[in-house]
């Protein structure tokens, strides 16, 4: 049985694993309502609560599928990116436990994890194009194999899910942004209002969606009277647009038919439906995880760490958690 781990952010998540490779149970903590009146989350908040929570939510696991704490034989922990405090929590318990039971630790990336989500439910053949989108990141990857994914481009400014959630706030709407916009938007004219594809048209792989806040920020100073459901369509036609665009040119370049779209932007229901139909009309195949595995969660933890343990790929006590981007 393998322990997996996260706590990179404002969600707890566990999970166990057979020595099989398969997802026996996996459990979350969000603090999604704590964070809410602020508008975005607050470190100190979330690190504390993550402490507060961790132990007890490893309890329920191991009573929920009854098993003994001896019958873990590692634990995997995600050691950054995010915030380092939240990540301490995690790490420290990890290491103790592994100190503690004499079992070895494997260390796992954020980025990775969410990269690898999708094996959770199937198998799709390397390489692939990665597009990683949530409140922290947004960006693309060619990945090889398990061992081998390269960074293509990011986002110079905001992530696409920081877009919504600073969207969201300009519109009075609760955080997080996205399934609120989201949901107003299937209401709207995606066509209202022509809002920027910022660095669509450019020879680049990277993204920019600061300036697209910005627009939606001017529209609404010049247009008192706004339609919010349209206001959100437009927004959200534009975000999608654009990421749509850039990863199908990236599997164009790269000669590479198959795309992988993770992260907690990916449960965007508009999204998930014009990949499928622009990809499909290019012959490309296009993947996303259930939206329990596109948020944060220790399942995608482990199923990278399953990896790490097959392969005998431990990590030593000593090692440091990160809060910046290994990429
Ligand atoms: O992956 P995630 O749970 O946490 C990290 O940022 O790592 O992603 C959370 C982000 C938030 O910015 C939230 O607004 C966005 O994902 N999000 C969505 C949707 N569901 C969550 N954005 C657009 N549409 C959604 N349905
Ligand atoms: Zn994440």
Redesign the pocket.
Known sequence: MLLAIET????TGVALFSEKGNLIKHLLYSQVALHSPFGGIVPEIASRKQLEVLSPLIKKLVEETKISIQEIKGVCVTFGP?LIGSILVGVSLAKALCFALKIPLFAVD?LQA?LFSIFLEREVKFPYIGLL?????TALFLVNSWEDYKLLGHTRDD????A??KV?KLLNLS?????I??KLAEKGNRNAISFPRPLLEEDTFDFSFSGLKTAVLNYLKTNPQYKIEDVCASF?EA?CEVLIEKTLRAGEKLNISRIVVV?????????RKSFAEKAQQKGVEVYFPS?EF???NAAMVGIVGYYKWKNGLYDTLEKEPYARSIF
């Open positions: 990179s952010c404002d969600e995010g954020h969410h989108v949530s409140g922290g990141h992530a696409a899910g920081e919504f959630d969201a955080y997080p942004g996205g399934p916009i989201s959200e975000v992260g907690g932007v990916a449960s965007n229901q508009r999204l939206p596109c948020t944060d």
